[in-house]
């Protein structure tokens, strides 16, 4: 098996325009969260490195309605975009794909291993949220009702997995990718994700045997992303 992907160090709302209509099987993908506004800054230790608190400089300006019309251009009519969001958009998700789709369903992953709340303040950030949008007929491999509930439980990704040049502030784990990408796309199906990073969703779906098309911005994330691709060693 050879490993199938065309990948593009691009801002995505132009690459987007050159994917040719109704091809796109699953768009997965994890834009920025808009949250990094909210922050007092990095957590400082004098006995440990400081904790990044601060997102990232990209973590900003995401607005889903900018994706709407190319999303719905791009995705075949059996197919489905799954988002990880946060709760400060998950409401404008809501807002401009409901009307589109049949059906909007959301997902949670729960970290077992969160960042801990030093201040003992809040509650931990353990949980993220994914959206889920689709049309009646859409690709979906239920298994069994134990394995369907939308929640899913692992640890944030850790070394080796995650990589420590250029170490990315929200690398996904690629098993709750696999996950997502068996139940809602089949082999020889093309993923796309319009916001890469280091590559964790192409990994996921090559090693599924999936094709893959992804779009990263950053220069030192889309060399990642290559690396990775390029070790996967399928044959
Ligand atoms: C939440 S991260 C994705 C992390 C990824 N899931 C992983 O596991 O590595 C979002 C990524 O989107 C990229 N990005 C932000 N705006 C973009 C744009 N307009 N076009 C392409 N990439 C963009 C950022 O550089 C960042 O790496």
């Known amino acids: 098996m050879k490993a199938e992907f065309a990948i593009f160090n691009a801002d995505n709302l132009f690459q987007i325009k050159k994917i ?7 768009i997965l993908t994890d834009p920025p969260y808009n949250i990094s506004k909210y922050s007092t800054g990095n957590i400082k230790f004098s006995y440990r490195t400081e904790i990044n608190n601060d997102i990232a400089e990209w973590d900003k300006d995401f607005d889903p309605s900018n994706y709407k ?20 958009t998950i409401g404008r998700w809501h807002e401009v794909f409901d009307p589109i789709f049949d059906t909007f369903q959301f997902f949670i992953w729960h970290k077992t291993n969160p960042t801990p ?13 994914i959206v889920c949008m689709w049309n009646k007929n859409h690709t979906w491999n239920f ?5 369907m509930h939308n929640f899913y439980e692992s640890p944030i990704c850790s070394p080796p997995e995650r990589l420590i040049k250029p170490k990315h502030p929200t690398q996904k784990p690629v098993e709750l990718l696999k996950h997502l990408i068996k139940i809602a796309s089949n082999e020889k199906d093309i993923v796309f994700d319009p916001f890469m990073g280091v590559g964790s969703i192409g990994v996921a779906a090559l090693e599924l045997d999936r094709k893959f098309i992804g779009i990263e911005l950053d220069n030192e ?9 390029d070790r996967l060693g399928l044959d």
């Open 143 to 147: 298994s069994h009702q134990d394995s």
């Open 69 to 88: 019309d190319e999303f719905i251009r791009i995705l075949k009519p059996k197919g489905n975009i799954l988002a990880f969001t946060s709760y400060n």
């Open 117 to 129: 709340k030093f201040m003992k303040k809040g509650f931990l950030n353990s949980c993220e949220i």
């Open 20 to 26: 040719k209509s109704h091809s796109v099987n699953l």
């Open 221 to 229: 994330y889309f060399k990642a992303s290559k690396r990775r691709f």
